[in-house]
């Protein structure tokens, strides 16, 4: 599953190394405003043009927690990933409502349900604010560059806002890793609900075993529909085309990958291969471990942690494909390669020298500090799950809103306080055993990180064992009420420091430790890292464009709007050749019976009912990473072909690199869906309004 | 904790390379029958002569479990680790008696009980058969060298046995691999009993979070006696010291180090760094969070669990520690060198090329292959746990046992098969809802290593869930119970054949899978490893001769006895000296009252009888590795001083290669077991056995 990864917390300053990449055939996630339409045009014989491109933008979106979306009819319709509403679902669900596992169907608009929290954005504007960033950090550097840069970030965002974040959202995106600084303003909306959501046993058949995997047999979708004002929004939208992709077909994905290194020097990608991988992969391992005999208790329990299992499975194959490329391709030596090639053509001029520096070698600096920064740092984040996270993010929020905005950390501007709110005002359930179990075992990991004598240890348990440190932690706390967590947020620091809540009073002893850990990632790692990639960017941009090809250079993917484009087409593994399409016929095959591989009772009810010919999934070459989940497959008509939900396995080295040879995104057929409501889930309304462009009611009510 | 790790079971064929190291100050885990004795006289001043060496060899002992132990009375008193003796403890406790956590205590030879399934070795004879071995493979390689090594294998220990296994045990040990081989026979005792063992609080104080660490505070004993027709062995024994070694000491350790490869070729330890680490470390994790989880649930399934996640836990420190060493270091390039100057060496002379060949290449082969099994080995592993392991060995030696002796595989050999029916037979208790969560995991994983559509899955699964094949399986065998498992081995291939058990059926449908993969290791893979690494260790060893420094060659770790020496001296990390000894003043402080940091009552109760500057654990210099737990610390006159029981997390690498700098061997002192017994566990008969050397009953009894 593609949706981007937050498995670390929103505020983790792991390394965040972006880059730029030189493209390849088919390679690259290409901002709308810098699409390379002559070598499109040259390659497919078509490139889209000014309407075609403003069109897709328009009907495309990103959810605020990590997935991208598209309008899908004039009344509001969106389609995403089922799970990009995982969370949704689970929130709706409740003792005589497993939405989840039976799915969600609404027949009239006042069925249609708000996902607590869900945020949707649309792009509204970009503006190229590069000049800007420049003169305000210009001669810094350390904690005064971070410092001017959240001041005029600060600046920025608030006058893009323009005192109206309820419905405007503006973030400065960093491309070429500060070559170029780009303020994308989003169209802002909170009130978005659940349409249509089929049951998971499809969604995600094949469930972790198939995961990452092709062929594959899932319908991974979820209807959304986007309310402003109490009423469904008006915007263009992709056309549904009910008949999918054709083998060998250009197609175009519009989506937000998350973040790519598709650049990043040698020393970074050793540093990512020995250390960092290495542990977040153990942590991740344990923690399936834990969730998954918690799941084996009851089935109460299995879907308390349902949530958290999939998550958690979901990032450990992501690391582990990423980690498996690392180790076992020639990737490290070649990227060294490539390094010392641009260090040298900076060495080989006077003038290069001054500009661009030593830029690998300030890297291997900063990484030589963060090597020993890792493990208190990865040890905080493992002891801060769930409530604790939120109890820290109510202390850290106070504190740092007693400043004057710029002074603040990301995350706490201004403008981007009403977010806080509403994700620490969002309704997900709590299971206070599953919070004791998961905070247990991250202070246990965070101690065996560590050891026991260590002074942050010492810091977060006192005499405490973990155990009981988190029994009464959660036992205590009323975090759990999200009213409670609101209503801290709204008191600031005065609340925040009269609390005796034992989960706020946990995390107050342990934020000095924390924000100085801060400080010292972002001035000794984060900033000189930035700024030594800023200026491997720079020399790169400089060099393709003395020698020619700056045409070629797309920037490395942040979690914004972009488009990619490939063909429908299988690829070749051990000698096999592996198929773009799969079918019904092979779904109904590829079901034992046995969970995960056994088909919800709707699809075994409708096994007459539907074409066994008819396409399920299909896999293109699209140039795709986490954050493109829910993506559109668009065809060159600009209409709506495919939903992508996944990348085959060696496309979890996408993040690090393209491969054509093997790097395949995986999409549900639109032709598939249609099936679906039609034939399985007998939703005549909704496959009308997906034909039609509009709601059946709406439209006509609102017809002159 | 270092006892020798069989996590992946006994019938595991995972890479088994063996060479040579070339020893350096204080490096190296010498035969008895080959000490540098000159080296040692030049170094120390001292040199152990024959008297001393067969003095030590006779009172040392080997636990077949993979542990060593030592006799400390002439009436078969048995010092060992209390982590050696936990699956004894484990089976003796009952809903009443909680040995493991409140300790056990005899107060008479009566009140002594059998630890059942464990058997202790002593060394009787090492005698060299390296002639018989070379005449017997000459000019087979392959399937062919296999069979006739398992030939002759066969023969020499049958005959070395005598037809009297049950009092003697023989071992072909293959020394620098290949190079050498010895015959090892040893008294084999079958009727060990525990006498007194701490408490776990104590022996394993700090738990998980300090072991392999340091300073560190543990009393890790267990004493055992030996008992032979019913009555204590006599034998000669190391007299115990009740004032421990003294800073700077020269000290000797008397054990079986289990396994090293000090010269492993660099493209071997870049497989294990690359592919076979990190899936072993997952699995690991994931296991330990499932363990970790299952132990919350209630303190029944806390006590059920301890024993696996002790040892998942300990597996997973090993394996992250040598995976640590090998990410971090440079071994892989060093040793890429010093492979290179071999070949290079081999190659300038026709004569040696001649009989040398190309053992990296060869090498590279075999590992280019074992790349193809290995996902499919290890899942096997993964899917055959607890009672389906027994039932995989019932359904193999069954089959085994139909060929004639020499042709069977190692382990099913008539010397052996006493062996096997003792560990069928063990009383070891079995939980059903643990034992169906480790193999519905087990299962799981597998699907998950191999993929849903593999074949191999296919065959273990069928259509059915790993839960629900799990539960079913566990549900109806009947193989929990010891005498039904004896039963079926008794009864040989008709009875295996006949038996309805499902889990017995489970087996019988992998056996084919499972037999074949076996033959492919060992045909494709072990056995062209094992003959290229003898190339290599003769070589080596021819070298080393000509070169003249033959003498300084020790074989990699067998499992076996070996004799290793060192000083008591700490070492300096960060910057910061860590000091050799601990005292129980430290011990003390340590205590936060919170478990694992929670002292046992009689040790709170006990805290002014103690005297606070006594010498709790040491570190030395001693090269140990897994399998030295429970080697006595010796010093020059013959005497124990202490009780090897860990190593610092430095030492982890100690695997692959010796660092003086900070590889430290961690011992308790026997100051602090005789203030244990005398001041804390008031068991005054015991300090006099040790300090007298007999039994006071026995030894009154016997005297004239």
């Given amino acids: 599953m593609l949706s981007k990864s937050f498995l670390l917390g929103s505020a983790s300053v792991f390394l965040a190394l972006v880059a730029t990449g030189t493209a390849r055939a088919e390679e690259g996630m290409w901002t709308f405003n810098h699409l390379p339409v002559s070598t499109l045009q040259k390659t497919y014989g078509f490139a889209p043009d000014a309407a075609?491109?403003?069109?897709?933008?328009?009907?495309?979106?990103?959810?605020?927690?990590?997935?991208?979306a598209s309008f899908v009819s004039g009344d509001g319709l969106v389609m995403t990933n089922h799970h990009c509403a995982n969370s949704c679902l689970a929130a709706l669900s409740d003792k005589t409502h497993d939405y989840f596992r039976n799915g969600f169907y609404s027949h009239s608009p006042a069925e249609e349900r708000q996902c607590p929290g869900m945020e949707l954005d649309r792009l509204d504007n970009i503006s190229d604010v590069s000049a800007r960033v420049t003169d305000a950090t210009k001669g810094t550097s350390g904690a005064a560059y971070t410092a001017a840069l959240q001041q005029v970030e600060s600046e920025l965002t608030k006058d893009c806002v323009n005192g109206d974040p309820t419905h405007w959202r503006c973030d400065m995106v960093s491309l070429f890793h500060g070559g170029q600084t780009a303020l994308y303003?989003?169209?802002?909306?909170?009130?978005?609900?659940?349409?249509?959501?089929?049951?998971?046993?499809?969604?995600?058949?094949?469930?972790?075993?198939?995961?990452?995997?092709?062929?594959?047999?899932?319908?991974?979708?979820?209807?959304?529909?986007?309310y402003d004002g109490g009423k469904p929004v008006h915007t263009p939208f992709l056309q549904f085309d009910p008949m999918g992709p054709k083998?060998?077909?250009?197609?175009?994905?519009?989506?937000?990958?998350?973040?790519?290194?598709?650049?990043?020097?040698?020393?970074?990608?050793?540093?990512?291969?020995?250390?960092?991988?290495?542990?977040?992969?153990?942590?991740?391992?344990?923690?399936?471990?834990?969730?998954?005999?918690?799941?084996?208790?009851?089935?109460?329990?299995?879907?308390?942690?349902?949530?958290?299992?999939?998550s958690i499975q979901n990032g450990l194959k992501s690391y582990s494909g990423t980690q498996a490329a690392l180790r076992t391709g020639d990737i490290v030596a070649r990227r060294a390669k490539e390094d010392a090639a641009l260090q040298s053509w900076i060495d080989a001029d006077a003038g290069r020298r001054k500009e661009y520096g030593q830029p690998f070698h300030d890297i291997e600096q900063a990484i030589a500090v963060e090597k020993t920064l890792f493990p208190a740092h990865l040890a905080l984040r493992m002891a801060l799950p769930g409530l604790a996270e939120d109890a820290m993010t109510l202390v850290d929020g106070a504190s740092e809103r007693e400043k004057p905005d710029a002074k603040r950390h990301a995350g706490y501007h201004e403008a981007q306080l009403g977010e806080v709110e509403t994700s620490l005002g969002a309704k997900e359930p709590v299971y206070p055993q599953l919070e004791t179990d998961t905070l247990a075992l991250g202070l246990t990991l965070m101690r065996q990180t560590l050891g026991a004598d260590d002074e942050l240890v010492r810091t977060v348990l006192g005499t405490d064992s973990p155990e009981a440190l988190a029994a009464r932690l959660v036992k205590g706390t009323k975090l759990a009420d999200p009213a409670?967590?609101?209503?801290?947020?709204?008191?600031?620091?005065?609340?925040?420091?009269?609390?005796?809540?034992?989960?706020?009073?946990?995390?107050?002893?342990?934020?000095?430790?924390?924000?100085?850990?801060?400080?010292r990632m972002l001035n000794e790692v984060t900033s000189p890292l930035h700024k030594a990639e800023g200026d491997i960017a720079r020399a790169i941009f400089a060099r393709a464009k003395a020698e020619g090809h700056a045409d070629d250079i797309y920037p490395d993917a942040t979690f914004s709007p972009r488009l990619s484009w490939?063909?429908?087409?299988?690829?070749?593994?051990?000698?096999?050749?592996?198929?773009?399409?799969?079918?019904?016929?092979?779904?109904?095959?590829?079901?034992?019976?046995?969970?995960?591989?056994?088909?919800?009772?709707r699809w075994l009810d409708a096994k007459s009912k539907v074409d066994?010919?008819?396409h399920v999934d299909f896999v293109s070459t699209n140039d795709i990473v986490g954050g493109n989940s829910g993506s559109p497959v668009i065809d060159r008509n600009g209409h709506a072909v495919g939903l992508i939900f996944d990348g085959n396995l060696p496309s979890l080295a996408g993040d690090l690199y393209y491969d054509i040879?093997?790097?395949?995104?995986?999409?549900?057929?639109?032709?598939?869906?249609?099936?679906?409501?039609?034939?399985?889930?007998?939703?005549p309304t909704l496959v009308h309004e997906l034909i039609d462009g509009h709601q059946a009611t709406t439209s006509g009510a609102t017809k002159p």
């Avoid at 075609?52 to 991208?68: D, F, K, P, T």
């Avoid at 790519?260 to 960092?276: E, G, H, N, Y």
Wanted: charged letters at 25%.
């Fill in 566 to 601: 490939g063909t429908v087409k299988g690829w070749t593994e051990n000698g096999k050749d592996i198929p773009p399409f799969t079918d019904f016929a092979g779904m109904y095959r590829h079901a034992t019976g046995s969970d995960p591989f056994e088909l919800p009772k």
């Fill in 247 to 310: 083998a060998g077909e250009l197609v175009f994905t519009s989506g937000n990958p998350g973040r790519t290194q598709r650049s990043l020097p040698a020393s970074a990608l050793a540093f990512q291969r020995d250390i960092v991988n290495p542990a977040i992969i153990g942590y991740l391992s344990t923690r399936e471990g834990m969730l998954w005999e918690y799941s084996r208790q009851s089935p109460g329990h299995a879907k308390e942690a349902e949530d958290a299992l999939f």
């Fill in 612 to 614: 066994p010919a008819t």
């Fill in 484 to 519: 409670v967590r609101v209503a801290l947020w709204k008191g600031g620091q005065k609340a925040v420091e009269a609390s005796s809540d034992p989960m706020v009073v946990f995390a107050r002893r342990i934020y000095p430790a924390y924000a100085q850990m801060r400080e």
């Fill in 52 to 68: 075609w491109i403003q069109h897709v933008v328009q009907s495309s979106a990103r959810l605020a927690e990590g997935c991208s």
């Fill in 185 to 226: 303003r989003y169209r802002r909306y909170q009130d978005v609900r659940v349409v249509m959501a089929p049951e998971q046993g499809i969604a995600f058949f094949g469930g972790d075993p198939d995961n990452f995997s092709y062929p594959r047999y899932d319908i991974d979708l979820s209807m959304l529909r986007v």
């Fill in 661 to 683: 040879s093997n790097n395949r995104a995986v999409s549900t057929d639109t032709s598939a869906i249609i099936a679906a409501l039609r034939d399985v889930y007998n939703e």
